[in-house]
């Protein structure tokens, strides 16, 4: 069986672990901060302030910017639910905005008519690991004066032209799940150049507690504190930022694996015309999170449950991403979206399988997916 996803997680990680777990320090505290600069360093932003998952992130990057019960914010169709979820906390509203047919990101092009006077925020999500249109997101937003909190929940390490994720929208949330090409377990991370909105979520992630909060059982500290807003907890722990650590000294090796995984599909597919392989503008370099196929259906007999059901039969997991939100009981009752605005999502839905891909796949295993997908198309081709 080859699993959809295994974490790639070494003797680096268990003994940057062990060492949180033999000082003693076990909650927020130095390596948290170590981890936060190292990947503030890597990513060459101003600031990074770790949470204990993306979603928090999210939700305090609103947060941070102001979002107000009655605003709207700009949303993709095809994401996972955190990307709305967090809006709904603010009783703010999640506008949707179909995406784009060969990336599958937001369409840039469809956002500004979705734009009213309670717009406060886009939120692009880099689907798969490819960024958006950033250049034309970003002139949007400023025209019309709003921000871009980017869900980067997949993207981690990408680029942009010469930019990489993290230093070009307002706020750019990243996810450590367990699923994600650099993992703690569940973390988060949240990097911006606005000093005043990164010590707010400073602030807020800690229970409202001023600065430094976490140094109080430290030598350095003191047992005297302020709670100076109503706060969360939403902090991450040494443990995890230990394995963070480990994960991201070998980002760059696990990138490249991601990579050489990628070309070799792509390598094995790209002439078929039954399949369609993922789409990359010349312009940027996708985090290869995820390597989504679409299915020509018009030329097989079967439809895509039953592709993944024939795959599973000759031992691949694979996963779909993403069941449209609007598709959603929950979204579906609660705004009442109306699918036959989203016609490209509604088409891509029922075409769409995620390969796996990931560093410890060997090259066996890349040849086992390989020939299984060829010999599903072969038997079932119309
Ligand atoms: C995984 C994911 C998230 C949530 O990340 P967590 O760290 O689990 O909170 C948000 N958005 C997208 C697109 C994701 O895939």
């Given at each position: 069986?080859?699993?959809?996803h ?53 939700h305090?990057?609103?947060k ?120 703690t377990?569940?973390g ?7 000093d ?12 409202g ?51 050489e ?65 609007y ?36 090259d ?19």
């Amino acid at each position: 069986m080859i699993p959809f996803h295994k974490p790639y997680i070494t003797i680096d990680e268990i003994t940057e672990v062990l060492d949180s777990l033999r000082s003693g320090w076990i909650t927020m505290g130095p390596k948290t901060i170590e981890f936060e600069n190292k990947f503030r360093e890597y990513i060459g932003s101003k600031n990074a302030v770790s949470m204990n998952s993306c979603t928090a992130c999210l939700h305090l990057a609103l947060k941070a910017v102001g979002l107000q019960e009655g605003d709207e914010v700009i949303v993709p169709t095809v994401t996972f639910t955190a990307t709305a979820e967090v809006v709904t906390y603010f009783k703010a509203n999640p506008v949707l905005v179909d995406i784009e047919e060969n990336t599958c990101n937001i369409d840039a092009s469809l956002i500004e008519r979705k734009i009213s006077n309670r717009t406060r925020a886009i939120m692009p999500v880099h689907f798969a690991g490819q960024l958006c249109d950033m250049d034309e997101i970003c002139a949007i937003a400023k025209k019309n004066n709003l921000v871009v909190i980017e869900d980067a929940a997949h993207a981690m390490p990408a680029c942009y032209k010469d930019r990489k994720v993290g230093t070009i929208g307002d706020i750019a949330c990243f996810s450590f799940y367990a699923t994600k090409s650099l993992t703690t377990g569940e973390g988060g991370m949240a990097t911006t150049a606005n000093d005043e909105w990164a010590d707010k979520m400073r602030i807020l992630r800690l229970h409202g507690i001023s600065k430094d909060a976490w140094k109080r059982y430290t030598g350095e500290g003191s047992w005297y504190y302020e709670v100076e807003a109503a706060g969360y907890k939403y902090n991450m722990t040494d443990i995890q930022a230990a394995m963070g650590l480990a994960q991201l000294r070998k980002i760059d090796w696990m990138w490249k694996r991601r990579k050489e995984i990628a070309a070799s599909y792509t390598k094995a597919f790209a002439a078929r015309d039954d399949i369609e392989i993922p789409y990359v503008k010349a312009d940027r370099e996708s985090a290869w999170h995820l390597y989504v196929v679409k299915l020509n259906l018009d030329k097989l007999s079967i439809e895509r449950n039953q592709f993944i059901e024939e795959l599973k039969r000759r031992g691949v997991m694979t996963s779909v991403h993403f069941i449209p939100l609007y598709k959603h009981p929950y979204y579906m009752t609660a705004f009442n979206y109306n699918s036959g605005e989203f016609p490209v999502s509604e088409a891509i839905y029922k075409r769409i399988i995620s390969l796996p891909i990931y560093p410890g796949m060997s090259d066996e295993d890349v040849a086992q997916v390989i020939c299984s997908v060829v010999d599903v198309l072969q038997k079932f081709s119309s």
